[in-house]
């Protein structure tokens, strides 16, 4: 059996209005400056897109309102425009959330604490919604189709508004007790640095991330010096070390509108610094590179999240879709 031969009844036992086009999830990406949607196709496919920014001003039902009605929009889209049927909601969110992003609190949108995500937007939709961090999400996509492809361990990460991470260890990826495992951003990198949204100090997001950029330098991430850019590259660098040290890895896939906007400056910083700092046999020798998805990633990623809980709602044992477990 195929990704495309998923039958939506068996996802919630409700029959759902069926489309000669085919099937296609919603996928959902919620970041610190903006929430995309999209639709992608069981293959991965994305067809269609639109984002809407991240109002600070909202308070949290005017926000879900901002982004309901972008969901709505593309559902719309599916059935009138692509003649496609939509079958699942998948979210990528930042984090932290709790498991299934049942409730979400992502540190840069502060309008939303332990706000019910996954149930609002199954209420709204009257689809079956799955949710998942964006990092960990973009992983799922850069394992399936991307710069991680066949690889069994390897860490993705975000540098963007904020840093994120997902971890896949002996081909799953993992959870940990809350669903938050890969939280890469709240590695210390400098130990005596900058106060994080965290409550910590010195964490990798407070020093690198895109927020963090713009309060040191009074700058915007997007007109960076040649000095941040590779500030940043070596910082994340660091990190990422840290992590194949400890987790026994060889591959960093790296993302987000900050290490993708550095660029090359950026990636060779980063591996001269996990070159420096990855010294055990085992993690000698570890590449870091850019995610393949480029911007399509984080809505894939959201999208093979519902992709994946689908399967798992078949119980279908053997079927290869992203990161199956
Ligand atoms: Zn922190």
């Not at 109002?55 to 692509?82: C, M, N, P, W, Y």
């Not at 998948?90 to 995500?117: D, H, K, M, Q, Y």
């Not at 007790?177 to 005596?192: D, F, K, M, Q, R």
């Amino acid at each position: 059996m195929s990704a495309d031969e998923v039958d939506p009844q068996a996802v919630d036992g409700a029959a759902k209005p069926r489309v000669v086009g085919g099937d296609v999830v919603v996928a959902v990406d919620i970041g610190g400056t903006k929430m995309a949607v999209g639709l992608m196709t069981m293959q991965g496919e994305l067809i269609d897109r639109a984002q809407v920014p991240v109002d600070h001003g909202l308070k949290s039902e005017e926000l879900f309102v901002v982004l309901a009605e972008a969901v709505d929009q593309q559902i719309t889209r599916a059935r009138q425009h692509h003649r496609m049927s939509p079958i699942a909601v998948g979210v990528g969110c930042a984090g932290p959330i709790s498991i299934g992003a049942e409730t979400v609190s992502p540190l840069n949108i502060f309008a939303w604490r332990e706000f019910p995500l996954r149930q609002r937007l199954a209420a709204t939709t009257s689809l079956p919604v799955y949710g998942e961090l964006d990092a960990k999400a973009l992983a799922l996509a850069e394992g399936w189709l991307g710069a991680a492809v066949g690889k069994q361990n390897f860490l993705a990460m975000v540098v963007s508004t904020g840093i994120g991470g997902g971890v896949v260890l002996n081909g799953q990826l993992l959870d940990g007790a809350t669903g938050n495992a890969g939280h890469v951003g709240h590695i210390i990198v400098e130990p005596n640095g900058r106060r994080c949204e965290c409550g910590s100090q010195g964490c990798l997001e407070a020093e690198a991330s895109g927020l963090a950029i713009a309060a040191i330098t009074g700058r915007s991430p997007t007109e960076p010096t040649y000095e941040i850019m590779q500030r940043t590259g070596r910082l994340v660098g660091i990190g990422a070390a840290s992590v194949c040290n400890l987790l026994d890895l060889d591959l960093v896939v790296v993302g987000g509108s900050v290490a993708l906007g550095f660029a090359a400056t950026f990636f060779n910083s980063a591996q001269a610094a996990l070159d420096e700092h990855a010294k055990l046999s085992f993690a000698r020798g570890a590449r870091i590179t850019p995610v393949r998805l480029a911007d399509q990633g984080p809505l894939i990623g959201a999208g093979a999240v519902a992709v994946r809980g689908i399967h798992r709602g078949r119980r279908s044992a053997g079927v290869r879709v992203p990161m199956t477990q």
